[in-house]
């Protein structure tokens, strides 16, 4: 069952930008903590940022990303996107939004970064950095 859908995938070469969108058909974003997970080929999925109700922005990513991904939401617009600069090789993954319904908690929550806090899903977007 799809919760979220992602957009803006594709292939660049290293050094490019994609900027990544996740909406809702289902729910409104403005009540959600809303977070990017990505997984690589024969690795784990990684956390990469969540943003709270409030655009506060919990970082969990690994050290190789160093400041070039960054969140933004638009609540007005319902979406949620993660900025890549500077790609690499190495970002190549299917990169995910999640996210958990957090009305009842302070608008700066965000939930920690194990996947399993985030009941709603995308099915992801794959993006393709060659060099």
């Known amino acids: 069952q799809v919760q979220l859908v992602e957009s803006g995938g594709g292939s660049v070469q290293t050094g490019a930008s994609l900027r990544l969108s996740c909406s809702s058909p289902?729910?409104?974003?403005?009540?959600?903590?809303v977070a990017w997970f990505r997984e690589a080929p024969g690795k784990g999925r990684e956390a990469i940022s969540c943003?709270?109700?409030?655009?506060?922005?919990?970082?969990f990513h690994v050290d190789s990303i160093q400041g070039r991904f960054t969140v933004y939401r638009d609540n007005a617009k319902n979406t949620v996107s993660l900025h890549l600069n500077t790609l690499r090789p190495e970002d190549t993954a299917i990169y995910y939004c999640?996210?958990?319904?957090?009305?009842?908690?302070?608008?700066?929550?965000?939930?920690?970064?194990?996947?399993?806090?985030?009941?709603?899903w995308g099915q992801g977007t794959q993006v393709t950095v060659s060099s």
């Open positions: 289902e729910f409104s974003f403005a009540d959600y903590a």
């Open positions: 999640a996210g958990k319904f957090v009305r009842d908690r302070r608008p700066t929550y965000c939930p920690r970064d194990s996947g399993s806090n985030y009941p709603a």
């Open positions: 943003i709270s109700r409030a655009g506060n922005i919990s970082t």
